[in-house]
T-cell receptor, first 109, second 112 residues
Framework: RKEVEQDPGPFNVPEGATVAFNCTYSNSASQSFFWYRQDCRKEPKLLMSVYSSGNEDGRFTAQLNRASQYISLLIRDSKLSDSATYLC??????????FGGGTRLMVKP | DAGVTQSPTHLIKTRGQQVTLRCSPKSGHDTVSWYQQALGQGPQFIFQ???????QRGNFPDRFSGHQFPNYSSELNVNALLLGDSALYLCASSGPGNTEAFFGQGTRLTVV
C-alpha cells in the first residue's frame, strides 16, 4: 500500500463546476500536509498547505482530518486554467515529502 | 532572485552509462532534496542533503549517489543506468526551519 493515495482520475468537469479531490495517508506520524499543482511537463508548485481547521485561498479550500487520515481539496467555479495534476503531499519527520500519485483535472469549456 | 535551477534540462544516455545532474538551490536555502518522477506517477524521494551530508534517503539503490557543496549546490549521480531510470529528476530546496519546498524545472533523463 502506498503511503499517500489519490484517485488518479482524470476528472473531466465543465467550467464553473465545483470539484473535490480526496487523499488518504497511512503514516500517522506525518506532521504537515500540502497540495501541489503540476502542469504537464513542468515542476510541482505549492498550491496550499492543509490544516485541521481547514484553510481557504480564493476558490480553493483544503481540509485535514487526522482521525481518518484523510485530506481533501475543493475547487469552486473551475477555470480552464485549473487543468493540471494535483499532488497530495505529506511531510514526515526526517524532512522528506511523500507524494501521492496525483489526480488529473481537465476543465472543459 | 533566481529560483531553483537544474542542469541539463534534457539528457539522453545509453544503458550502463553514468550520469551527473546538477542543482542550485534558491537563494538562502541550505537543504536540497532529489526526487524521481516516472511518467504518470508522483515524485519519489531519493535523498536529501544538508550541511554537505546525506541526511535522509529513500528506497533507491546505491547506484544513486549525491553530493552537496559548500555553496549548497548539489549533484545527483546515477551509475550503471537502466532503462527504468528514465524519468524526470526534480531537485527541491528549502530554507532553515521551513517545510516549504521549491522545485526546479527538472532534468528529463532518457535511457536508451
Amino acid at each position: 500500500r502506498k503511503e499517500v493515495e489519490q484517485d488518479p482520475g482524470p476528472f473531466n468537469v465543465p467550467e464553473g463546476a465545483t470539484v473535490a479531490f480526496n487523499c488518504t495517508y497511512s503514516n500517522s506520524a506525518s506532521q504537515s500536509f500540502f497540495w501541489y499543482r503540476q502542469d504537464c511537463r513542468k515542476e510541482p508548485k505549492l498550491l496550499m498547505s492543509v490544516y485541521s481547521s481547514g484553510n481557504e485561498d480564493g476558490r480553493f479550500t483544503a481540509q485535514l482530518n487526522r482521525a481518518s487520515q484523510y485530506i481533501s481539496l475543493l475547487i469552486r467555479d473551475s477555470k480552464l486554467s485549473d487543468s493540471a495534476t494535483y499532488l497530495c503531499v505529506a511531510y514526515n519527520a526526517g524532512n522528506m515529502l511523500t507524494f501521492g500519485g496525483g489526480t488529473r483535472l481537465m476543465v472543459k469549456p | 532572485d533566481a529560483g531553483v535551477t537544474q542542469s541539463p534540462t534534457h539528457l539522453i544516455k545509453t544503458r550502463g552509462q553514468q550520469v551527473t545532474l546538477r542543482c542550485s538551490p534558491k537563494s538562502g536555502h541550505d537543504t536540497v532534496s532529489w526526487y524521481q518522477q516516472a511518467l504518470g506517477q508522483g515524485p519519489q524521494f531519493i535523498f536529501q542533503y544538508y550541511e554537505e551530508e546525506e541526511r535522509q534517503r529513500g528506497n533507491f539503490p546505491d547506484r544513486f549517489s549525491g553530493h552537496q557543496f559548500p555553496n549548497y549546490s548539489s549533484e545527483l549521480n546515477v551509475n550503471a543506468l537502466l532503462l527504468g531510470d528514465s524519468a524526470l529528476y526534480l531537485c527541491a530546496s528549502s530554507g532553515p526551519g521551513n517545510t516549504e519546498a521549491f522545485f526546479g524545472q527538472g532534468t528529463r533523463l532518457t535511457v536508451v
